[in-house]
């Protein structure tokens, strides 16, 4: 399994042709309390960098944008509950979509995690 | 480190943790300050505080399958309780009426009482909106009258009266847009807004189908006129440029800018909530502005009701002017008033867009704000606006030497003072000032808005304030601000001595309770 | 000037703090030639309390007030008696005076009374939950065909020939600039709604239809059976109420099945005002929270653990999503949501189900009397409060010589339908608790003798 990141602070991990999807415990700690989560649906067919899914923190809604191409496979319906599992778990128990990747090439335009850690550091 | 309070009488109610346990009463209650329950725990279905007579028939047999089952179960409560319940709740509340209200950007000024008494006048309040002509030509008159104090005091050729808001003012100052943009023929479909715009003009251009782009401030919080203008082109349908804008500014290079977008093909609306720092001194009218919303509850003093209602009429160029939304009120050559509907639309409102509201807008919002106008005349106005300019640049100058003020090295301010929280100590920001500033007994700032600056805090006094009202505040002001600096922990806990201390935002938007459960 | 404190000193001294030589020094950013150099030419100077109130006072009585005549004009707004009390709190500064509730800790008193609206509003609509309000019923109708686009992820509204012609119009407007398809049905001269139309509309795009209850005409469609239609291939009922007493006497629509209910809540509280301001009611199901347009309050607790309410769910609106919120809207109707809040508290469950029956009853004693004239037909027997009458002759002429005589005898068809053939003889009339047996009396005379006569 390799995980890659966005410098929109989502992270994706890859086993074979199966993307798990989350944002970056970096990005839950500046987004603050997680209120809700607005999920994609399962099935739907998305580019990478479109918007699929929001994330509501009490002042501010933001955008996911999906790393890689593909057909959604799965969501995490544990946040509908639970959104704070975004907070307290962001890169693990608080994935947000699995996705079959359609083009795994899209991959090489991503961090790796010394990369990411470098680009936080850096802003 | 200054007292908390400056008659040296510190409250230590509910506080608990510092100072030791707090005071405890049986009803709950402390003096004046009152707990109310909810009526749903208060009334009953079969209580009431208004005696109905009995029906004098049964319902109509064809009725029978469309009967409710049972009352609706909505709690009554008899007028004595009733009142209580309301008044008890009123005392929750902070308004202008207690005190300053100093919210940039939303020219909370006093309401003059006399509005209140002339929108109740049974010619106004009890008349229906689809009498006979012949039977409402004094509210036509109205409505005239106050378009043509708006067209005149704006420079503009025409009003479309019926927006509830300035919201839905936008909403119809771009349809305008695209209305003249298909008359043209033409498929322009990008509105341009500044990035310090307020919220509602990105969602209104959305809303009425254009794509939003953003253009960026320069350093001195102004529209970034050459970022503008190098965006110009025959996708851009306009601009929308709040003016004096969010930061409290003159945009001083509108009538470029309305020059430029013109030259592209493109039209200028103009965001009029700012509207009250400039009434009787400019007229948007010679800016090049082709629409503008006038938030009557803003600069023409309508009581802002906890929340609304607002209204919005919004003026119109030439240009524009055809597309205006029914229904429409004109007065003819003779003098005498028309009201133009779908039904005689043909009599000169033939472009007309369609309609925004089911009948003739905010009229108790239009007698209100006439009564208004007509107080202040044309002399009152300008002053109106030169004391509201007055009173933010004296905060200004009076707080900046604690508070940074990003833009103020560049020039007076407008109607409103716009500071930021840098330089306070570690940890502290501008929501410690704010919910400090309850504890003064104010009610805070416009904050983090306009996003351009960080932190930001907007203080808008308007002209209803007096010197030794603004300089308690200033005091207040500049009190909070060296607590802040100075690190002062009880900050963080503020406010200590309104009704609620900090309420629990998050939970309520995890678990969503909106309604009462038995 | 009675309304600015700042005395001619105090403006010196201040602009001595500012350091400014003059007034004029503070617009320096006006560009010179932009500036006016004084009072606007030709507008009158300032005016004291007593001369402005002669002059509204005189503009009011150029108005025939609804109190003062025989009065039966219904079509979307209703005159009923607010209790003197309503008037009286709403004036109270503390709720008059405040601002939308950003600072929830001293604003409680206007947030408890929205959580006690939504709950009202749910609990008469028959739904899950309810917002803190809207502009009208108009714009509230709008909004739930959006909503229900957005649900449904389908773009095609079914609007009931039954639904007012004015909600139709602002529908059609707004739809024609977001590119949403509305299919309107015609309005006919029938005595039943339009329910089997409504039925035969819905296909696999449709997002919603829209059905007034009761409808404009007065009739009462069945909810259940449209409701049942529409779920069959995944379109929502938006039910549209004009007339919120007419829920004292008949079923909630939430309870037959509609998704969405959205109304005009003037009749509670706010008075009829020429048209505004007026409040948008606006309830639906649970599980649509997320998608709702307008302001919602919720319960929450403080630091100290006390039951408090916050504006809630704020990421969905303007200020936050900005181009992507669910509504550009940004006010309420907040004070016209108290005043209704309060009427119906006034009333309570039992006291609005006896204001309805009165309502209704007042109406069958208007239609008993109306129809004994020769050239009046009742158009339809299952009514609330309002009903259509056809007359033998225009109604649109009808109305205007009957507000001459002094009697202000409902609204024409022909005017709410100016471009429908075939509807220009029907009057629609209403009549609620305030009228009295001498106001039906008057209106029943005047009203032959317009008719007795005339050729058909």
Redesign the interface.
């Known amino acids: 399994m390799t995980r890659y990141f966005t410098e929109d602070h989502e992270w994706i991990d890859v086993e074979g042709d199966l993307g798990t999807v989350g944002i970056t415990d970096y990005a839950q700690g500046q987004l603050g309390d997680i209120t809700f989560v607005d999920l994609p649906a399962t099935g739907a067919t998305v580019s990478k960098g479109d918007s699929v899914s929001v994330v509501d923190s009490v002042k501010a809604a933001s955008d996911i944008y999906t790393p890689a191409s593909g057909t959604i496979t799965e969501v995490n319906e544990g946040l509908a509950d639970e959104p704070e599992l975004v907070n307290t778990d962001a890169e693990v128990g608080g994935w947000l979509f699995r996705i079959t990747l359609s083009d795994a090439s899209e991959l090489g335009s991503l961090m790796d995690e010394a990369a990411y850690k470098t680009y936080v550091e850096s802003l | 480190m200054s007292a908390v309070n400056a008659a040296g009488w510190k409250p230590t109610m509910?506080e608990?943790g510092e100072g030791g346990p707090a005071m405890q009463t049986a009803s709950g209650d402390y003096g004046l300050m009152l707990e109310?329950a909810?009526?749903?725990e208060l009334?009953?279905?079969?209580?009431?505080?208004?005696d109905?007579?009995?029906?004098?028939?049964a319902?109509?047999a064809?009725?029978a399958k469309?009967?409710?089952?049972g009352?609706?179960?909505?709690?009554?409560?008899t007028?004595p309780e009733?009142?209580r319940?309301?008044?008890r709740?009123?005392?929750?509340?902070?308004?202008?009426?207690?005190g300053p209200?100093p919210?940039g950007s939303?020219t909370?000024k006093?309401?003059?009482r006399?509005n209140?008494?002339?929108?109740?006048?049974?010619?106004?309040?009890?008349?229906?909106?689809?009498?006979?002509q012949?039977?409402?030509?004094?509210?036509l008159?109205?409505i005239e009258?106050l378009a043509d104090?708006l067209i005149?005091?704006t420079g503009m050729a025409s009003v479309a009266m019926s927006p509830?808001?300035?919201?839905?003012g936008?909403?119809c100052g771009l349809?305008c847009i695209?209305a003249a943009l298909d008359a043209r023929g033409e498929q322009r479909d990008v509105v341009l807004v500044p990035e310090s715009a307020?919220?509602?003009n990105?969602?209104?251009?959305?809303?009425?189908?254009f794509k939003?782009e953003s253009i960026p401030a320069t350093p001195d919080g102004r529209v970034d006129v050459e970022a503008l203008k190098a965006k110009l082109g025959p996708n851009v349908a306009g601009v929308m440029i709040t003016n004096p804008n969010t930061c409290g500014?003159?945009?001083?290079e509108?009538?470029a800018i309305g020059d430029a977008v013109h030259a592209a093909g493109g039209y200028v609306y103009c965001d009029g909530a700012n509207f009250n720092a400039?009434v009787?001194?400019?007229?948007p009218g010679?800016?090049g502005v082709d629409a503008m919303h006038i938030n009557l509850h803003k600069t023409f003093s309508t009581?802002?009701?906890?929340?609304?209602?607002?209204?919005g009429p919004v003026v119109l160029s030439e240009a524009l002017a055809p597309f205006a939304?029914?229904p429409f009120v004109t007065r003819g050559a003779d003098g005498s008033i028309h009201l133009v509907?779908?039904?005689?639309r043909g009599e000169g409102h033939a472009q007309a867009?369609?309609?925004?509201?089911?009948?003739?807008?905010?009229?108790?919002?239009f007698?209100r704000a006439?009564?208004y106008i007509?107080?202040?005349?044309?002399?009152?106005?300008?002053?109106?606006a030169?004391?509201a300019?007055?009173?933010a640049?004296?905060v200004?100058?009076?707080c900046e030497d604690v508070l940074p003020a990003p833009f103020a090295k560049s020039?007076?301010c407008?109607h409103e003072a716009l500071f930021s929280d840098a330089g306070l100590a570690e940890g502290f920001s501008t929501l410690d000032i704010?919910?400090g500033l309850?504890d003064e007994g104010f009610?805070?700032m416009t904050v983090y808005?306009p996003l351009v600056v960080k932190g930001a805090m907007l203080v808008e006094p308007t002209?209803?304030?007096?010197?030794a009202?603004l300089d308690r505040f200033i005091a207040s002001l500049r009190s909070l601000a060296e607590r802040a600096k100075a690190g002062d922990q009880s900050l963080h806990?503020a406010?200590h001595f309104?009704?609620?201390?900090?309420?629990?935002?998050?939970?309520?938007?995890?678990k969503?309770?909106?309604?009462?459960q038995d | 000037m009675r309304y600015l404190p700042l005395s001619p000193a105090e403006r010196a001294e201040m602009l001595g703090v500012i350091g400014a030589a003059s007034v004029d020094d503070l617009f320096v950013d006006v560009p010179e030639a932009a500036r006016l150099n004084g009072p606007i030419a030709d507008l009158p100077m300032h005016a004291s309390e007593m001369a402005v109130e002669r002059h509204m006072t005189r503009l009011a009585a150029k108005n025939l007030s609804a109190g003062s005549a025989p009065f039966f004009l219904g079509a979307g707004a209703y005159r009923h008696h607010v209790p003197a009390s309503v008037d009286h709190l709403i004036q109270r500064g503390e709720f008059l005076t405040a601002y939308t509730p950003y600072q929830p800790e001293i604003a409680q008193g206007t947030l408890q009374v929205l959580f006690e609206f939504q709950t009202q509003v749910a609990r008469l609509f028959g739904t899950d939950i309810a917002n803190a309000s809207m502009y009208d019923g108009s714009t509230a109708c709008w909004e739930a065909i959006l909503m229900a686009a957005r649900v449904t992820r389908k773009g095609k509204a079914v609007l009931s020939g039954g639904l007012h012609p004015h909600y139709g119009e602002v529908v059609r407007t707004m739809a024609r600039f977001t590119g949403d398809e509305i299919v309107s049905l015609d309005t006919d001269l029938t005595a039943e709604p339009d329910d089997a139309a409504v039925i035969g509309a819905i296909d696999d795009k449709t997002s919603c239809v829209v059905v007034q209850y009761p409808d404009v005409l007065g009739r009462i469609p069945d909810l259940a059976a449209i409701a049942e239609a529409a779920h069959a291939t995944g379109a929502l009922l938006v039910a549209v109420v004009t007339e919120p007493v007419a829920l004292g006497l008949i079923e909630a629509p939430g309870a037959l099945g509609a998704d969405i209910v959205v109304g005009e809540g003037q009749s509670l509280g706010v008075g009829l005002q020429f048209g505004g301001p007026y409040l948008g009611l606006f309830g639906c199901r649970e599980k649509f929270v997320r998608q709702m347009p307008g302001r919602l309050c919720g319960q929450t607790v403080d630091a100290e653990g006390k039951r408090g309410f916050v504006l809630t769910l704020s990421t969905r609106e303007q200020h936050i999503r900005r181009e992507k919120a669910t509504s550009n809207i940004c006010t309420n109707s907040g004070l016209c949501a108290l005043a209704f809040s309060i009427h119906l508290t006034l009333l309570g469950g039992k006291g609005l189900a006896q204001l309805a029956a009165v309502n209704h009853a007042k109406a069958q004693a208007l239609v008993e009397r109306l129809t004994r004239i020769p050239g009046v037909e009742l158009l339809n027997q299952v009514y609330f409060n309002e009903v259509t009458l056809v007359l033998s002759r225009d109604a649109r002429e009808v109305v205007r010589e009957l507000a001459d005589r002094g009697v202000l005898g409902g609204v024409s068809l022909g005017r709410l339908f100016p471009v429908a053939d075939g509807l220009h003889k029907g009057l629609l009339v209403a009549a609620t608790e305030t009228t009295t047996s001498e106001d039906i009396e008057t209106f029943a005379t005047e009203l032959e003798a317009l008719l007795v006569g005339v050729p058909a």
């Open positions: 509910g608990t109310e909810l009526i749903f009334g009953s279905a079969d209580k009431s505080g208004v109905i007579d009995a029906p004098e028939r319902p109509a064809g009725l469309f009967l409710r089952k009352a609706p179960a909505l709690p009554g409560l007028e009733a009142v319940h309301y008044t709740l009123s005392r929750q509340n902070y308004a202008i009426d207690l209200f919210l939303c909370m006093h309401n003059p006399l209140e008494k002339m929108a109740r006048l049974p010619g106004f309040a009890d008349v229906h909106p689809m009498q006979p012949s039977t409402v030509e004094g509210a008159e109205v009258q104090w005149t005091l509830k808001a300035g919201a839905h936008e909403l349809l695209r307020h919220g509602t990105p969602a209104t251009a959305a809303f009425a189908g939003v500014l003159f945009e001083p509108m009538k400039i009787g001194k400019v007229r010679d800016l009581p802002h009701g906890g929340g609304g209602p607002g209204a939304p029914l509907e779908e039904e005689n867009f369609g309609r925004m509201v089911a009948f003739h807008g905010q009229m108790g919002m007698t006439l009564t007509l107080s202040h005349g044309a002399d009152g106005l300008r002053q109106v030169e004391d300019v007055l009173n640049n004296y200004l100058r009076s020039g007076p407008m704010a919910k309850i009610h805070p808005f002209e209803t304030e007096s010197k009202g806990s406010p309104a009704p609620r201390r900090r309420l629990d935002e998050t939970q309520a938007a995890r969503p309770v909106l309604v009462w």
